[in-house]
């Protein structure tokens, strides 16, 4: 009896303690849970979510000092020192991970990108595919991924292609013994033939041996943004070599002998123009299979708020005066509403989990 005494007396001033830290165990848990389960954007829940966990366990260590059994000096000395670690470690950690979170709520806030979205940032070019508190994911071309410090994102100018379209365009140097009228016609004949619409040509510069020409025109679809450029480069191949006009370089001429009237044209065997649009997006379901889940999960989401906002649009109309037939048509688009809400829930559900087994193997 006197040990089990004993035991209790250390045990039990402890108890508050421990009981704080299960409380905030639980909470944090439970808070988890339910964002994670509410569908939103795909990059700002993530940030709320981090910064919820973040500002809770902090309250958790705060309120566990508070509770020790300590007297009330050795307790305000406590706090005292949590304070001057706090203070300490974001003095030392301001220009790195608190600046990245500082930079991370920033990046929320604007919205000036989203999952999906194509994005440069000086040397790294690719699609978002993960957007957090303290760093932003994108995949780049040749299917990598790339995780990019928050700070680095609002430090650096951020360059984001419209989902509304985009300008592709393409250079090519031409000779000044062919006339600019009849080059500009082949190449709007080549922008045509791409689909890109309200196409356009400019004369770049007027080189010591030759014209350089862009071509661009607005692509309205960028999810097939890589396939278009190298389409436009190979219309714009076919439409000169049909037409009999040279791409030769200044260097080729004089690094080899050729004969007079010898032309450098290859045989150019043309293709149906369906057989070409067939591989549109190819490359990119291939190369950025990761952003398009993360492109495609939040378009759920946001069609699931939508849904969900509309409901309660129809709910708030149902308290005014309606006759019976509008009530009845109005409870009607209520319940069609819920079961598209559910649908969108369970489909943002699977998808989510998909992209987490995803993130699992690849680690």
């Known amino acids: 009896m006197p040990l089990l005494t004993k035991l209790l007396d250390l045990v039990l001033p402890m108890a508050p303690a421990v009981a704080v830290v299960l409380i905030f165990a639980v909470a944090g848990r439970l808070v988890k849970r339910l964002l994670e389960a509410k569908p939103g954007t795909g990059g700002r829940g993530k940030v709320r979510l981090q910064g919820t966990l973040l500002v809770l366990s902090l309250a958790g260590l ?9 007297d009330i000096a050795l ?19 301001s220009t790195t991970f608190v600046g990245n979170i500082m930079a991370g709520m920033m990046i929320g806030a604007v919205r000036n990108f989203h999952s999906g979205d194509y994005i440069q940032v000086k040397d790294y070019t690719g699609r978002v595919t993960e957007h957090g508190l303290l760093s932003t994911e994108i995949q780049t071309e040749q299917r990598d991924l790339i995780t990019l410090p928050n700070l680095y994102l609002v430090v650096n100018p951020v360059r984001v ?40 040509v400019r004369v770049d510069e007027l080189g010591d041996f030759s014209v350089t020409y862009r071509i661009a025109g607005l692509l309205t679809e ?17 439409a000169l070599h049909s037409a009999s006009v040279e791409i030769v370089s200044p260097n080729f001429m004089n690094t080899r002998m050729i004969t007079e009237g010898t032309k450098f044209i290859p045989q150019v065997k043309r293709q149906p123009a369906d057989k070409l649009s067939g591989h549109d997006t190819v490359a990119e379901d291939t190369v950025f299979d990761k952003a398009t889940e993360a492109e495609n999960l939040e378009m759920l989401k946001r069609e699931h708020d939508k849904a969900c906002e509309e409901i309660k649009a129809e709910k708030e109309r149902l308290k005014g005066d309606l006759d019976d037939k509008e009530k009845k048509r109005a409870k009607l688009h209520i319940e069609f509403l819920e079961q598209r809400c559910v649908r969108l829930a369970e489909r943002a559900d699977q998808m989510a989990s998909k992209i987490e087994q995803d993130n699992k193997s690849d680690t």
């Open 62 to 70: 705060l309120a566990v000092v508070v509770v020790l059994p300590v």
């Open 75 to 93: 307790r305000g000395q406590l706090l005292s020192l949590l304070g001057i670690v706090l203070s300490a470690a974001i003095a030392l950690a």
């Open 161 to 200: 292609v419209r989902k509304s379209g985009t300008i592709v365009s393409t250079t090519v140097s031409l000779g000044y013994d062919v006339p600019r009228d009849r080059i500009e016609k082949l190449l709007l004949q080549a922008a045509e033939t791409t689909g890109l619409q309200e196409p356009f």
């Open 222 to 238: 960028t999810r097939g943004l890589l396939t278009t450029r190298s389409r436009l480069r190979g219309a714009t191949l076919d």
